[in-house]
């Protein structure tokens, strides 16, 4: 039996596992921390088939600029005098175009809805806190509902439905809280689920199925034989492998940078915390345009997230955005009781962010063993599933689900 290495255990690592053992692999997952609080625990929730337009779109660098200056806006870059980061940035400018998001549309949408069915079949035997109750994109001010009226445009041709609401059409979504917004688009395609939910249903069950967890093992190099690598090496010593794949979410450039390759990819720093036991709730997932802040219904809970620090892997809290976040939400649902949280309340995690908003699947041109599958950025709970698949059929040479020419890790050589 042919053994896999896996580096990373966020949702991307263990949906590859997934569907590796699936396919008839001895699978290791090795991951430098105990798994349990990364990127792919605390964030939204959200299954998008909706996000079909790359952060890296016509206007965004502007927006960008505008909002570094507020210290309390939900986009900010850390200037640093880093080569990794100057690259990042000219790239994502030289990918701003209509051409790159027209180009993009048609590979979002299909991994998208590839992965929506997936978690579908496996919501049918793992508790994931599954529903399909859509998503609002709540919005306030003219220049939004333009914006958002030419993305509703955008998704409707694509094939994705989006319905531009008016706020009592909102209202009735939302029968048990009051939403004060000027409109919004809802997507009624789009789903969620409970992050903490899907990681430890998946861990049960992978752990089930035979599958090796080397945890608190920080992968540091690889032993290689010409074109080939032949074991990971740990903090705990090298692991003979026949296949690795590369799931190390944010920090996934400095691991290819064991193999002498460079991968542009930032960390996108984004904060959630918890509103616990709410009595009326929020019944539909939303997002807060304006803010860029989201809302979703978890249990009796609510969640908060929201803000983009590009920031490479730093963790800290920076308070003065999670405030930014706090006080956005009454904006839209003014009778929430919500409260700036104390900062140890606060969760933090990285997005994995291309340059150009597309993830990086596939072989590495020059290893012939070696599969990388990151760059999910602020959908890699969404493709989680796909990724997966993908990851297994790209191993097995088996025919793919869908092309990955728009995802080639080495695009930007
Ligand atoms: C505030 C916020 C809200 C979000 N909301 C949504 C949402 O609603 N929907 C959605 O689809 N996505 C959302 N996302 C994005 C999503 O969370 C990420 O894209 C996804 O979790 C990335 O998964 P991953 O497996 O690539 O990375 P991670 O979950 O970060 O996993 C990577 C793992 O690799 C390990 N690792 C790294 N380096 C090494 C090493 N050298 N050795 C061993 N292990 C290593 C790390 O410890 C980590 O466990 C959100 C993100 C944030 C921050």
Request: aromatic share 8%.
């Amino acid at each position: 039996m042919k053994h896999v290495g896996i580096v990373g255990g966020g949702i991307i690592g263990l949906s590859s596992a997934y569907y590796l053992q699936q396919a008839g692999y001895q699978v290791t997952i090795f991951d430098q921390t105990v798994i349990a609080d990364g990127c792919s625990y605390g964030n939204a929730g959200m299954i998008v088939p909706s996000h079909i337009i790359p952060l890296a779109q016509p206007g965004m660098i502007a927006k960008g600029l505008r909002w570094m200056l507020d210290s309390k806006s939900p986009f900010y870059v850390k200037p640093r005098l880093n080569a990794d980061l100057m690259k990042w940035g000219w790239l994502f400018y030289k990918h701003s175009t209509e051409k790159h998001v027209e180009a993009s549309i048609p590979a979002l949408r299909d991994i998208s809805l590839l992965s929506k069915t997936l978690y579908q079949q496996m919501a049918d035997t793992l508790d994931m806190g599954w529903h399909e109750r859509g998503l609002l994109m709540l919005f306030k001010t003219p220049s939004a509902a333009h914006e958002m009226q030419h993305e509703a445009d955008v998704a409707n041709a694509a094939g994705i439905e989006a319905q531009l609401l008016n706020p009592d059409q909102v209202q009735s979504l939302e029968p048990d809280v009051r939403v004060t917004v000027a409109g919004a688009v809802y997507y009624p395609g789009d789903a969620q689920v409970v992050p903490t939910q899907v990681m430890s249903s998946l861990i049960t069950h992978l752990k089930q199925s035979g599958v090796t967890f080397k945890e608190a093992k920080e992968v540091t190099g690889f032993t290689r034989q010409g074109s080939r690598v032949t074991a990971i090496e740990t903090t705990a010593g090298a692991f003979p492998v026949d296949e690795v794949v590369i799931a190390g979410g944010a920090w996934s450039s400095e691991i290819v940078k064991q193999l002498q390759l460079s991968l542009p990819l930032q960390g996108g720093k984004g904060y959630s915390f918890m509103l616990k036991d709410v009595k009326q709730n929020v019944r539909v997932p939303a997002i807060m345009l304006e803010a860029r802040a989201t809302a979703t219904p978890m249990g009796g809970d609510l969640r908060f997230a929201g803000t983009m620090e590009i920031a490479g892997t730093d963790m800290s809290v920076n308070m003065n955005r999670v405030q930014g976040i706090a006080e956005s939400i009454n904006q839209y649902y003014p009778d929430i009781p919500v409260q700036l949280p104390a900062k140890n309340q606060v969760w933090k995690g990285l997005r994995p962010c291309s340059p150009d908003g597309l993830p990086y699947l596939g072989r590495l041109n020059n290893y012939e063993n070696v599969v990388i599958a990151t760059g999910h950025g602020m959908m890699g709970l969404s493709l989680g599933p796909a990724t997966g698949k993908l990851v297994a059929e790209v191993i097995a040479d088996q025919p793919l689900s869908m092309s990955l020419t728009a995802f080639a890790p080495n695009r930007f050589d």
